[in-house]
């Protein structure tokens, strides 16, 4: 193999596989191209502070519908729609694994915020997947988006304070009223890996009907947790 100057490889590389934009793929963008880059932001849609649903009116519906859920707060950047949802899916199924710094940053954002600024002993938890699904996609998305959440913010996270103990078909191809068993004892505590005593942040990348925060949570809680909050990129509904 003849070994070219790290420029001119690069250049050549660009040539044969000319850089795209990560989201939409449009040729000669490097990272995200400024379309999709106005869609991965923060949004000022008023929510619940509880599931982060959107208010249309004083109460939440989704509270009302689903909850009470077992954790105390919920924060997502923005409605999974547009290019945050187009930049979620290709995240996730098309394994554009860079994608989680931009992802991982919105939410970091919103962490910036109160009540989350200043948390006492907070520890970043990512929603676990099954062994045999990381295995198929390579990385989970969650972890990837905690580790730039931690990275951001300076607070620890880990990996192996949950586990995902059976393999549940995916929330998203089951009807809201099969999901809560769908996930129901899917999470254990890892031996050796206590959350006692820490304020739970959970992380994942969509939250929808809140089934599996609310089964996480409740594994966390019963734990020892002092508390579990949720944070995702985007909230499905
Ligand atoms: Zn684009
Ligand atoms: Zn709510």
């Given at each position: 193999m003849v070994n070219l100057p790290n420029g001119l490889a690069a250049g050549f590389l660009d040539l044969v596989y000319p850089p795209r934009c990560l989201v939409c793929a449009s040729a000669g963008i490097e990272g995200v191209c400024s379309a999709c880059g106005s869609g991965l932001a923060v949004d000022a849609q008023l929510r619940c502070t509880r599931c982060a649903a959107e208010l249309r009116s004083g109460s939440c519906h989704e509270c009302r519908t689903f909850?009470?859920?077992?954790?105390?707060r919920g924060r997502v950047?923005?409605?999974?729609?547009g290019s945050l949802r187009d930049a979620i899916l290709r995240f996730k199924?098309?394994?554009?694994?860079?994608?989680d710094r931009p992802l991982g940053l919105l939410v970091a954002q919103r962490l910036r915020a109160s009540p989350f600024r200043g948390l006492e002993n907070p520890l970043l938890v990512p929603v676990p997947l099954h062994s045999s699904r990381i295995r198929s996609r390579g990385f989970n998305q969650a972890q990837r988006l905690a580790a730039v959440v931690s990275l951001e913010l300076g607070w620890e996270q880990s990996a192996n304070v949950l586990r995902r103990v059976r393999k549940t078909t995916?929330?998203?191809?089951?009807?809201a009223e099969e999901r809560a068993a769908n996930v129901l004892n899917a999470f254990a505590v890892r031996s050796g890996n206590s959350p006692k005593g820490r304020n739970v942040v959970l992380v994942d990348d969509v939250l929808t009907t809140c089934h599996t925060a609310s089964e996480c949570a409740r594994v966390l809680l019963g734990a020892g947790a002092a508390s579990v909050s949720v944070a995702a990129v985007a909230r499905g509904a």
């Open positions: 909850g009470p859920f077992p954790f105390t950047a923005a409605k999974f729609d199924y098309a394994y554009i694994e860079r994608l995916p929330q998203a191809r089951l009807p």
